[in-house]
């Protein structure tokens, strides 16, 4: 007999059927059992290496014990998935070292299927396929998975795609002079992010424009509500420029200012993608706003700057938590002012298909595929005549792609230049390569005292992120050789060192720096 459809869903909760046959919660009692299945269902071709498992699923057992472990998932997965079947199974497979679903043609996953109304809604620009695409997302990812890190990046991933397309339907739906529709998208873009200042100021902007002047009003009511409950921030300037207009009367279905004020339903957040062409400069980027502060760096911030003015690939290596997306992003802040046509950051952390690189910098670019034209040339030929900056983040894992499409975007965009961050280089002409370095250290044979040691980036950066998590914390000399002896055994890498204070509350620094012989256990 064929075997039938394997339908998973991951959006909102993890369930399976197959075919009509619904798999009831409580048979996947082992959570190892159901971790394996969420994995390969969000692998690329529902395929993964068998050391790929073991790592995420048993990375503290020692390789064979790891290995015992992964068969004893498999046989229990089929066994669930599969009653009556033979121990070898047909939905599930190990060969050649790899653990696939199977056959690929008949297994069906939400959040591909998502994924794929999302990107084909976006080419064919109807607010009926937005809405389709739009329907599939049933809810955040494995929200019962919040804390295992490889449900994390995709989960936000998924989350950010979900919000664009809410975005876009606006867009589309103004310019269709459907306000409804538009009204109805905002909201929902609301319930999955209550604090979005744009969102809000779209919606203030849409009432005017349709007549709802008092709705209006009320609506930058709750954004200062929200904003001061959430965040404790008061709206930005565009916001309360918009209500001084909507208060005076300024916007009305008819009135002067609508022609200008429908460039705010573009306005570019850290969360969505903008299209290129604007005429409002301070708005002519998409990096986020950081939430802490970033310590030190002002001789490697000055010196990238430099380089970014005599070379058009720079790669920012080094090892993971060195430091080299917060620097990235730094140094894009400060050259704002220096690319007309902006800076645009590409986060490809999430991405695991090589693929897919194309797309992730049109979406962040707000540029779609042409009928009948590869993608790679219709960037080509939008920046062009544009003078910006790209900034490629998290580059290790699609090095080949990245590289290639960094390569012809080059040679044909004359004026274009590209800021990487990988842990190692892209190895094409042209690229200088600048390797990030751990944060200034003092020298262990002779400690300063605990004034002198805040001279130190990685002092600095401990000291500040232990204070914002134990406010409470009181820094005496006494406690200085262990702050030290911490940030040197960490080797002035940020991340390892944020990870460290982030223990405090349980740990004195004395005890931490005690402890620091197995870091990696540690500062899980």
Known sequence: MDPKPLWIELLGGFRIRIGDEVIAAEIWRRRKVRSLIKLLALAHGYRLHREQLMDLLWPDADPQAALNSLHQALYLARRILEPGGSARGRYLLLQHESVTLAPPELVWVDVTAFEAAAAQARQRQDPAAYRAALALYSGE??????????????????????????????????????????????????????????????????????????????????????????????????????????????????????????????????????????????????????????????????????????????????????????????????????????????????????????????????????PGQPLTETLAAALKPRQLLLVLDNCEHLVSACAQLAETLLRACPQLRILATSREALHIPGEVTWLVPSLSLPDPRHLPSLAELLHYEAIRLFLERA??????????????????????????????IELAAARMPVLTVEQLAGRLDDCFRLLT
């Open 141 to 370: 990812l494995l929200p019962e998975d919040r804390y295992e890190e490889w449900a994390s990046a995709r989960r936000e991933a998924l989350h950010q795609e979900y919000l664009a397309l809410l975005r876009e339907l606006t867009r589309l739906a103004e310019a269709g002079a459907d306000y409804a529709l538009a009204i109805e998208t905002l909201h929902k873009a609301l319930a999955a992010d209550p604090a979005h200042e744009e969102v809000h100021r779209d919606l203030m902007r849409l009432y005017a424009l349709s007549g709802a002047r008092q709705q209006a009003l009320r609506q930058y009511q709750a954004l200062q509500e929200v904003l001061r409950r959430q965040l404790d921030l008061e709206p930005d300037i565009h916001s309360q420029r918009l209500y001084q207009a909507i208060l005076a009367g300024q916007l009305s279905p008819s009135g002067p200012a609508q022609e200008a004020a429908t460039a705010t339903v573009a306005a570019p957040s850290p969360s969505v993608t903008t299209p290129v062409a604007t005429e409002r400069t301070e708005e002519l980027h998409n990096l986020p706003v950081q939430i802490t502060s970033f310590i030190g760096r002002e001789r490697e911030i000055a010196e990238v700057k430099q380089l970014l003015t005599t070379t058009r690939l720079l790669t920012l290596a080094g090892p993971g938590g060195c430091g080299k997306t917060r620097l990235a992003l730094a140094v894009a802040a400060d050259v704002l002012h220096a690319y007309p046509d902006g800076v645009w950051l590409v986060d490809l952390a999430a991405l695991a298909n090589p693929a897919l690189v194309p797309q992730a910098v049109a979406a962040a670019l707000g540029l779609h595929e042409a």
């Open 467 to 496: 204070l914002a998590i134990l406010p409470t914390l009181r820094v005496t000399e006494q406690h200085a050789p262990a702050i030290a002896q911490i940030c040197m055994r960490l080797d002035g890498v940020p991340l390892a």
